[in-house]
């Protein structure tokens, strides 16, 4: 069965973010079908789908539609499917340590990290947990040209040393559903540009986030600290963002290469339990301002 097209947005904010109808996506999509999604992506970055419960297998497929699986370290599949995690959290666990509660972009320390991911609800608690989304061409936008100029030559180191070293496993093993096995991988490093640019869109973007930009490529740590606390704070400014309250069997897919996100920990005693499945990306590009643009940007009043 083929979807109907054509799909309906409603922005959830001025930055980025929109609620989709007009798509069941159990059902095998029309590639023009996908190609408004995929449109649709490119314009609003995050797309939610409110109460289209999906099984296991139907999240990976639908999730296959958008392109082949990206490779997932240190999390364990779920029973149900090899391409689906957990992220959940049980009633009683307190939200002390909450591996997804701090701003990034889904394993930006892979050669080829993950361009989209989908998120189902699968248990919301009653009120908190939202997710929150920072629109990162709007934070290169929002940069200064000469601070725009000073970063565009940069590398970022990135890692999971913070996140998925083993001195997190005990962490991780007191969460009874986290299914996390970290490893000496952790400490592995990628160095992806600071500014790349979006291979669908061609608009550049920044791309660091706190959880694992770990320095900035052939800097002493003295120097990229500064500099990654500032982008860090301002790249998740609040009038960059989205925010979604979950309801059971909500979908929502993004868009990491110009994405940062979080979840809220503010459901302490109540269980959140979502299921996450990742599209296999491409390696980031940096963003090379041509001549011409160089001089049109020039010429814009600020
Ligand atoms: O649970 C969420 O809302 C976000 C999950 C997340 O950040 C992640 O899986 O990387």
């Known amino acids: ?26 059902h095998e ?14 314009r609003h970055l995050v797309l939610i789908w409110p109460g289209q419960p999906l099984t296991a297998p139907e999240q990976a497929a639908f999730t296959r539609r958008l392109g082949p699986p990206s490779p997932v370290p240190f999390i364990q599949p779920t ?8 992220i959940a959290r049980r ?13 990034h972009s889904d394993f930006s320390f892979l050669p080829e990290p993950p361009s989209y991911t989908v998120l189902q609800a699968v248990d919301v608690p009653p009120f908190g947990g939202d997710t929150i989304w920072a ?28 996140a998925f070293a ?35 869109t061609g608009r550049p973007s920044l791309y660091v986030n706190r959880e694992y930009t770990i320095g900035l490529d052939g800097l002493a740590s003295q120097e990229a600290q500064p500099l990654l606390d500032f982008l860090a704070q301002h790249s998740t400014r609040a009038e960059f963002t989205c925010r979604w309250r979950w309801s059971r069997g909500d979908v929502v897919v993004w868009d990491n290469r110009c994405l940062q996100h979080m979840a809220m ?14 599209v296999n990306g491409s390696r ?19």
């Open 1 to 26: 069965l083929e979807t109907t097209v054509p799909i309906a947005l409603e922005p959830i904010s001025g930055a980025c973010g929109a609620v989709a109808s007009g798509v069941d996506l159990r």
């Open 29 to 42: 999509l029309s590639s023009a079908a996908l190609e408004e999604i995929e449109n649709a992506l490119d």
């Open 79 to 86: 029973a149900d499917h090899r391409d689906v995690v957990a």
């Open 91 to 103: 009633a009683e666990e307190p939200p002390r340590f909450n591996p997804a509660g701090g701003w």
């Open 135 to 162: 629109n990162q061409y709007l934070a290169y936008n929002a940069l200064s040209p000469p601070m725009q100029a000073l970063l565009a030559p940069l590398g970022a180191v990135h890692s999971a040393a913070r």
């Open 166 to 200: 083993p001195s997190m496993q005990a962490a991780f093993d007191a969460l009874a559903e986290a299914n996390v096995v970290t490893g000496p991988e952790a400490f592995d490093q990628e160095v992806h540009p600071v500014c790349v640019v979006h291979p669908g």
């Open 265 to 278: 920990p503010d459901y302490r005693g109540h269980a959140r339990r979502m299921l996450r499945t990742t």
């Open 284 to 302: 980031p590009v940096r963003f090379v301002e041509s001549a011409a643009a160089v001089g049109a940007a020039g010429e814009q009043p600020r």
